[in-house]
């Protein structure tokens, strides 16, 4: 491969990199799990875990997934919604008795 090419190649994958960056906001942003606002509630009856998804290097937002009993999937709660903020001030608590007990 003469010089030549290699300069036509090491152009070409750096214009794809910045068009990828500027056209394609997916992936400057991070991938998070919650596409969308998400729901504003489920049935309480219906969860069978909760988990919070704090702000990282992935997403850049709080993501607060419920996941329900009887294999009907997981879905994801508006983190400002009445119910995720209730979850996630009760997920708070525990871990910090959790960790006050060790």
Not at 50 to 79: F, M, W
């Amino acid at each position: 491969m003469s010089v030549k090419d290699m300069v036509i190649v090491v152009a070409v994958i750096f214009c794809a990199t910045i068009a990828q960056g500027r056209w394609f906001p997916m992936f400057r942003g991070g991938r998070c799990l919650c596409i969308g606002p998400g729901a504003k509630a489920v049935k309480v009856a219906d969860i069978e875990k909760a988990s919070i998804i704090y702000p990282s290097n992935n997403c850049d937002k709080t993501e607060v997934i419920v996941t329900l009993k009887e294999h009907k999937g997981q879905r994801c709660l508006n983190p400002r919604s009445k119910q995720a903020k209730l979850i996630i001030k009760k997920l708070e608590r525990k871990n910090f008795l959790k960790y006050q007990n060790v």
